[in-house]
């Protein structure tokens, strides 16, 4: 089933938690102008897990970049619970990454001479209401290795860090860039069912973008995006289990 994008979530009753409309995002190299994104509207849904697919250069890092206030767009507007992030300025910006949203990226990006648990620790000393980095480490199933080094975890094991991480600010959303990129299937599975756990059990809004079409088959809704363009939104009446999806 196709679903226009930035329409109400009449079937859940779920709130819109983020709103992107005419959202253009262009760069000018020399004489060229690159289009990133071309006139993109979505509105995205408290506590769903949405997937965002398309090959690269489609658009949906730089969608996702801008929905985490690490770019701004060219033109349209950028709601966040009715706020406009596109009349923020960068200390704004800053402050609503560090308050409201958890980044899982490709790479684990975690700090080698910290164990597992200090890693944590360091992402929940700038939140207010941040969960102790146990607690987070327990979300994803790692309180036995609390205490090692990114170099004595696998990548699969890193990147739960990563997750615990971003998890301990208690972050309205969650962004996911290729969170099983560098993964293989087994490990990556690991990872999105961490990911469907965290979206279960914390209320988070979970979104991952992936040129892996498999992945889809776990969200409520999947986004095919292409040359700077949301194609079509695809409703998921039920979300498979991760168990199930194989590639």
């Known amino acids: 089933m196709n679903q226009p994008a930035a329409e109400p979530d009449a079937s859940s009753g779920r709130n819109v938690v983020f709103r992107i409309e005419h959202v253009r995002k262009e760069y000018h190299v020399e004489d060229t102008v690159v289009y990133a994104l071309r006139d993109a509207s ?13 090959p690269s250069g489609s658009g949906k890092s730089t969608l996702l ?3 985490g206030g690490i770019d701004t767009p060219s033109s349209g507007r ?3 619970r009715d706020t406009d992030l596109s009349r923020y300025d960068r ?25 597992a648990r200090e890693n944590v620790e360091m992402a929940a000393e700038i939140s207010k209401s941040a969960m102790d980095p146990n607690e987070a480490l327990g979300l994803v199933n790692l309180e036995l290795r609390k205490d ?7 990548g699969g094991e890193q990147q739960r860090v990563a997750i615990a991480r971003a998890v301990a600010k208690r972050p309205d959303i969650l962004l996911c860039d290729e969170p099983t990129g560098a993964l293989d299937v087994s490990s990556g599975k690991v990872v999105l069912q961490v990911l469907a756990d965290v979206n279960r059990t914390t209320n988070a809004t ?11 088959n776990m969200a409520d809704r999947v986004v095919h995006m292409t040359d700077g363009r949301i194609r079509d939104i ?9 168990h199930s999806l194989e590639w």
């Not at 979970?206 to 889809?216: D, P, S, Y």
């Open 42 to 54: 979505l509105d995205i849904f408290e506590n769903e897990c949405l997937v965002i697919l398309g």
């Open 65 to 67: 970049n801008i929905i």
């Open 78 to 80: 950028v709601l966040f």
């Open 91 to 115: 200390n704004a910006l800053t402050m609503y990454r560090r308050v409201n949203i958890g980044f899982v990226f490709q790479f684990y990006n975690l700090i080698p001479n910290l164990t």
């Open 148 to 154: 090692h080094f990114p170099s004595q975890l696998s």
């Open 206 to 216: 979970v979104v991952i973008i992936t040129h892996n079409a498999i992945i889809g």
């Open 234 to 242: 695809v409703v998921n009446h039920e979300r498979a289990t991760v």
